[in-house]
């Protein structure tokens, strides 16, 4: 499919692209989210950055001219950009909404004086939840860190830069490059046009398989944050139970000395303290727990504990504390041949696909389109979505796991076409993602599944050795839970499929396959179930199917496109799914929840209509007939007896 238009840029972008690449490396270490604590303070950089799209033919303009070793406004004109936001909607310019290359933003902030004393006791940290595609930053001109990967966090310690220099704004450098190539993920194509009679000079466009719009810009917050110099790094928490007791496992590590000690404290939603610990590794006991539920399964759902962490340390001469609160959900997964248990009871995935994506904003991190996105998710009776195809916003995962949200949780592994996309250098990249998401998430108890790609070539032969791969090191960094990806391939030869724990399929019979038909569905999906289930007798999830429909459009008999045909459609599937799910199905999510931009292309009329809500949210028919049937299924299986007594598998 094709990409973004840019003009410009020669060779030496790509070189330079390349080159910054093979740099950025994960630091070992956590990546706590950033929380206000009483050893801690934040201070968010929202609103507007100054901005610049680099138009020079090779790209690089900015870094011959280094415009990071003073203000921006110095070295040519900015524009105002928000932050978090996407920047291809911003503004009336065409060639920014297609724009490939590097962008430049810089931000300037006074810090607090106490923040600045330099008593080496302060630890100041800049933190992005995420930029796309690849980062680098300065403070004060000073390059502090880069990063690979549009969907996940990274931070910088920036201390010893502004503790140098009080009184003076820190200056804060970004610069961005969307370019995606086969060896990103998701891997992409820069392809250059050089038939002269037909093409500007220079003239190349971005290749992408994939069907969403490649959104660029810092999408999520951007935070400064305090913590002491020795501080707590990472939290890492594990849960087993049975029906009086649960226990809850920890590991906390701190960096800056080795001389500190521990204390723990788990607390209810009363403030009561359940349990207590110390140490850097322990057990927690926990009587009659409040287990965490998935919404309708529970009148109680998504039931948090916090664990407060405190840490005291000799340093410099001083007695440092740090203190960290983490959210707990108590819960165990498990998975038979054909179920899916929470808490040793079954459970049937009625949910959706998402993505980040709205007007204007684009992928930008938005919280009233966030809670209007929960309310219809809770009024459709959804109680699970898939992150496709890229990690979410951690605060979208906060509310997950306070609103018992079960999460299929998807790396931005999507579009893996390419036989150059499953070499070495994209299988190294692909397993840092996994250890920077899994670090990230692990210890959310609404996250129940991995996915570590969707619609691979995985019929390709270098696939087998891939997914085995991948899925085998997502399963070393996190042995309590199961892993799976999303395939579209034919069931006799998907060479990926022998590796995963659930089985996720995607198909668009009557859509893609006998446009038109919905005659064929039964038949063909039911022949798909049976052929898969047959093969490998594991469950499976209807990860995705659906029609497009423009609002609006009706015919009776239903035609393609109308409102009619979305919803005799997704009828034709359920009545499949009905018979299934007594045997092996253990889910089903609409493709999609809501209208989303894609790249222009003539099946595509201003992105992709597959909605059950409008891109603003506002519901198609299709919507109401699946408000009635994930509410009737809800109605059905939220008395479940448990089937096991005592289920001591890990969170």
Not at 253 to 281: F, H, I, N
Not at 345 to 356: A, T
Not at 599 to 607: D, E, M, P, S
């Amino acid at each position: 499919s094709g990409g973004g238009v840019g003009r410009g840029m020669a060779g030496e972008c790509r070189l330079l692209l390349l080159l910054a690449l093979g740099q950025a490396a994960a630091p070992p270490g956590g990546m706590l989210y950033p929380r206000e604590t009483p050893s801690r303070e934040r201070k968010e950089l929202g609103g507007l950055w100054s901005f610049r799209a680099d138009f020079s033919p090779g790209r690089d303009a900015g870094f011959v001219q280094r415009w990071y070793r003073q203000p921006l406004r110095q070295t040519g004109p900015v524009i105002d950009m928000p932050v978090p936001a996407s920047f291809n909607d911003i503004t009336q310019d065409p060639s920014l909404e297609n724009y490939i290359g590097w962008v430049w933003y810089e931000k300037e902030v006074l810090l607090p004086l106490r923040w600045l004393q330099d008593d080496l006791n302060t630890r100041v940290v800049l933190r992005f939840g995420s930029a796309h595609y690849y980062s680098i930053v300065w403070v004060n001109g000073v390059q502090v860190v880069e990063h690979e990967g549009g969907h996940l966090p990274f931070e910088a310690d920036i201390s010893s830069i502004i503790q140098g220099s009080p009184g003076i704004p820190c200056r804060i450098t970004v610069a961005l490059n969307n370019t995606l190539t086969p060896h990103t993920l998701p891997p992409g194509s820069i392809q250059y046009m050089n038939d002269k009679t037909r093409y500007p000079k220079n003239y190349f466009v971005q290749n992408i398989r994939f069907d969403f719009f490649n959104y660029a810009g810092i999408h999520r917050p951007v935070v400064l944050y305090t913590t002491p110099s020795v501080y707590i790094d990472d939290i890492t928490v594990t849960t087993t139970s049975s029906e009086s007791i649960a226990m809850v496992q920890y590991r906390v590590s701190v960096v800056g000395s080795t001389l500190y000690s521990l204390s723990l404290s788990l607390r209810d939603q009363e403030g009561k303290v359940v349990a207590t610990g110390d140490g850097p590794a322990g057990e927690l006991k926990v009587l009659n727990p409040n287990l965490w539920w998935p919404y309708l399964m529970h009148e109680n759902p998504g039931y948090r504990y916090s664990l407060e962490v405190k840490m005291q340390a000799q340093a410099n001469g001083a007695l440092l504390e740090d203190v960290y609160t983490l959210p707990v959900g108590i819960r165990t997964v498990h998975i038979t041949s054909t179920q899916f248990l929470i808490n040793g009871r079954p459970f049937y995935f009625h949910g959706v696909n998402k993505h980040e994506d709205a007007d204007i904003r684009g992928k930008g991190l938005d919280w009233p389109l966030v809670m209007k996105d929960f309310n219809l998710l809770r009024w459709l009776g959804a109680n699970s979505f898939r992150t496709s195809h890229y990690p979410y916003a951690e605060e979208i995962m906060d509310l997950c796991d306070a609103y018992g949200i079960v999460v299929i949780d998807e790396c931005p592994g999507v579009g893996i076409k390419m036989l150059e996309s499953f070499g070495n250098k994209s299988l190294q990249h692909h397993l840092l993602v996994m250890e920077e998401l899994i670090r990230r998430d692990k210890n959310r108890p609404s996250v129940v599944m991995w996915s570590v790609a969707n619609e691979p070539a995985s019929e390709l032969p270098p696939a087998a050795y891939y997914f085995k791969t991948v899925i085998a090191h997502t399963k070393a960094l996190d042995p309590s839970r199961p892993v799976t990806f999303v395939t579209d391939a034919n069931y006799a030869l998907d060479h990926g499929a022998p590796y995963v724990d659930v089985i996720c399929i995607n198909s668009y019979f009557s859509w893609y396959h006998d446009p038109g038909h919905l005659e064929v569905i039964t038949l063909q999906l039911t022949t798909q179930f049976e052929n898969w289930y047959k093969t490998y007798k594991k469950p499976i999830i209807q990860s995705e199917y659906g029609a497009d429909s423009v609002p609006g459009l009706h015919s009776d008999p239903p035609l393609m496109f109308s409102e009619e045909y979305q919803k005799a459609m997704l009828e034709k599937y359920h009545s499949v799914f009905d018979k299934k799910r007594k045997e092996y199905v253990i889910g089903e999510l609409i493709w999609n929840f809501a209208d989303f931009m894609t790249n222009q292309g003539t099946t595509r009329v201003l992105g992709n209509k597959k909605g059950i809500f409008t891109r603003q949210r506002q519901p198609k028919s299709a919507a109401f007939v699946l408000r009635e049937r994930y509410w009737k299924i809800a109605n059905e299986s939220s008395c479940l007896p448990p089937i096991i007594k005592s289920h001591t598998l890990f969170l």
